[in-house]
């Protein structure tokens, strides 16, 4: 029997599962900050990604800034994150940007953002919602992931999920969607096998073309 999606309830149970995200404790109502800290994100882990976003702001959290960092500096101090040399490029291009033409006011559209070299609809979508708390809908593999797998959505693309949840997912959830179905992605419904066994929201979840992992419980 196909079970019903209850939006409400899960998002309670995993707003009770799970503490609140790093980039939502840490940079809320900050857009640049937000900005910057997704573009080291992409390809990275948080447990790398937020260490060195902490260090950079420390020396440089402003647009100008950031802009006056020579950029070897800039280079060296994020010189862990993957791909640092072209996100330290493209993070240099986006201060001048804001300093020179933009008042050093991050853009609060999609479009602006979408502008700058290195911004994807992830990350645009992250700034308006956690930057300026304008209802978006940031869509990873993660947000893919589990809403397909609770059968709220079907679809096959990170892009088709975030149209898809435009049209059905009330706007009062846009903007928690992301943080709470990102941590529960990585915690228990993980890629391959999910941890269906110890799941909050197995109640509400449809499973869909999924393969539970098994939790063996050993004798003494």
Sequence with gaps: MEKFVDIPKIFEI????????VMQARYQEQPF????ACILSLRNLDEI????????FKIADTPKAINNLPIEKLKELIEPINFY???????KTIAKILVEQLNNIVPSTMEGLLAFRGVGRKTANLVLALGYNIPAIAVDTH???????????QTKTPEQTELA???KLPQAYWIRINPLFV???????????????ICPILDYCNQVDVKPRKI???GE
Excluded at 85 to 91: H, M, T, V, W
Excluded at 143 to 153: E, F, I, Q
Aim: proline content about 5%.
């Design 14 to 21: 995993l707003e009770s599962y799970y503490p609140i995200h």
């Design 33 to 36: 900050k937000v900005l910057v």
């Design 49 to 56: 990604t937020f260490p060195i976003a902490e260090k950079l």
């Design 85 to 91: 040399e072209s996100k330290a490029e493209n993070i």
């Design 143 to 153: 947000v893919h992931k589990v809403s397909n797998r609770l059968g709220y959505v």
């Design 165 to 167: 949840l435009r049209e």
């Design 183 to 197: 941590m529960h992605g990585k915690q228990i419904c993980k890629t391959g096998r999910p941890w269906c066994d």
């Design 216 to 218: 063996v419980f050993k």
